[in-house]
């Protein structure tokens, strides 16, 4: 008995020690990447001077950044826990992953686009959609799975480094992604019935849901829709 307890004190050490060290490269890249996105948008607005065309940087606490593009707005938002995947997933094939397993835990950074007017109308009904995930383990190195350019580019997680030329790279990549990414009326038996307190509301039925793909599944999306 005493010498599974020595194992489940160094099994707690060695764990919550990685879990910090993943953590706390995870917050110094998305702390940079926040800064980045600002300049980026900052860049935007030089090149494009028309005030039609919404370019807008928020933060919203901690750990959640808005960038505003046009009609549309990306939110980058770090989850404060660490993860790693499941034994029978792929990665632990990896040749990179198979020379250090604590290789294979990461930080997320998450990348969501709304509507902007979502935002701005607060119209708490609309959805959102997950465009990438950006994985970062220990040492700064990282992988995206994600939607059209996103889940390809960035795939080889042994050369792929979280630094500013690829921020740059990540930030332009998810805008063209969010701008092509046009928004679709939803089937018509779908928005057919409306109540009374919906039309009456104050804003004007704004509590009608909204967003550019009703009814899209992330994880459900096939590799033609890329």
Sequence with gaps: ?????????????ERSLLKQEVYNTTLACY??????????????REKIQDDRVRLKFDYNGDFETHAYV????????MHTNVFTFPDNNSI???????????????????IYNFLAESFLQKRMKDAGYLIGRIFINKDGH??????????????????NIFDIETMKTIFEVAVKHA???DLHTPPYQRVSNVSVQQIKSASNAQELKTGKRLGFK???ELDKNN
């Design 1 to 13: 008995m005493e010498i599974e307890k020595k194992e489940i004190v160094e099994l707690l050490k």
């Design 31 to 44: 702390k940079k990447f926040r800064s980045i996105v600002e300049q980026e948008i900052e860049s935007f």
């Design 70 to 77: 046009g009609s549309d707005v990306l939110v980058f938002n």
């Design 92 to 110: 632990w094939k990896n040749s990179y992953i198979e020379e250090d397993k604590q290789l294979g835990y990461f930080g997320v950074i998450n």
């Design 142 to 159: 990282f992988m995206i799975e994600g939607k059209g350019e996103l889940s390809y580019y960035f795939r080889n997680l042994r050369v």
């Design 179 to 181: 701008a092509e990414f």
């Design 218 to 220: 992330f994880e459900s």
